[in-house]
């Protein structure tokens, strides 16, 4: 691979983790019941990039796990802000340790 699609490819990643820990500062804006509609709309735009990353990053390299599939539901569990603060508990519980296993993992970057 070239130098210039590895820092293409690590700008991708660079902003693929940042929506990632956007996306869990919603989670908690939501957690609390304290979000506006511009929040509300900036996830939506959030997950968006979160997943067009997803894909062409995929596009170049091959990641074992977490999966795209377990991604996209996570990503999906979430419709919007409003979705998320209405949860229970243990359904906002799952949500927080879906997306703390999946950034764990690597987002799904890691070495293995």
Known sequence: MSNQKWNQLVD??????ECWKQFNNFVGLARGKKFSQEDDNQFLETKSV??????L?????EV???TRDEIHA??????????V???????LR???????RIYMAGMPFSAN
């Not at 991708?12 to 983790?17: A, F, L, P, S, T």
């Not at 990053?57 to 390299?61: D, G, M, N, R, S």
């Not at 799952?94 to 703390?100: A, D, K, T, V, Y």
């Open 74 to 83: 996570l990503v999906g569990d979430a419709p919007s802000l409003r979705a």
């Open 94 to 100: 799952n949500l927080e340790s879906q997306w703390h």
């Open 12 to 17: 991708q990643v660079e902003n693929y983790i």
């Open 85 to 91: 603060s209405e949860l229970n508990e243990g359904a």
């Open 57 to 61: 990053i995929l596009a170049t390299v």
């Open 64 to 66: 074992p796990s977490p």
């Open 50 to 55: 979160l997943i067009q990353q997803l894909e």
